[in-house]
């Protein structure tokens, strides 16, 4: 469980990843040490899992970003194809969906005839069935943000 220090912490360190300890200790008006404390903490418990850099995709040529439904013939509990999927480079994410598809892949391409490759690439995976991809005219927010509203904490007795 986490209490509202840690709450503090996770707030700063989505939106400032860069942050000094040093930093981060005078905005929680701490010590180093207990914070420095705290994140490793944070991170044994997994809660903070990864310090990842955010590349601008369109300044890499990549102005493409699609979502693409994919029917397979998983068995019911199999997610093997979807492990395939995530092994493909092009692809950013991959989720195992319930209904009448069975994963929602994003991916980003540099255009048309790169989406064109990546579909073949998902067809010649054995036990796909159908795809739907929908292309993205605008992003008008992309985030790996987590809101902390209504984290579970502790509270004082």
Request: hydrophobic share 40%; glycine share 6%.
């Amino acid at each position: 469980m986490l209490d509202k220090i840690d709450i503090k912490i996770l707030n700063i360190l989505q939106t400032q990843g860069k942050i000094t300890n040093a930093d981060l200790s005078r905005q929680l008006d701490m010590a180093p040490s207990g914070v420095l404390a705290r994140v490793k903490k944070l991170e044994q418990d997994n809660i903070i899992q990864a310090y990842d850099v955010r590349l601008n995709p369109k300044a890499l040529g990549l102005s493409l970003s699609t979502f693409i439904l994919i029917k397979t013939q998983d068995s019911v509990g199999s997610a093997e194809i979807g492990r395939q999927l995530a092994g493909i480079s092009e692809v950013q994410e991959v989720h195992w969906i319930a209904g009448e598809y069975n994963y929602l892949v994003k991916a980003r391409v540099s255009g048309t005839e790169a989406l064109t490759l990546l579909m073949k690439k998902f067809g010649e995976l054995s036990g796909v069935c159908d795809t739907r991809t929908t292309l993205v005219l605008d992003t008008i927010k992309e985030s790996q943000a987590v809101c902390l509203d209504y984290a579970q904490t502790k509270t004082k007795k």
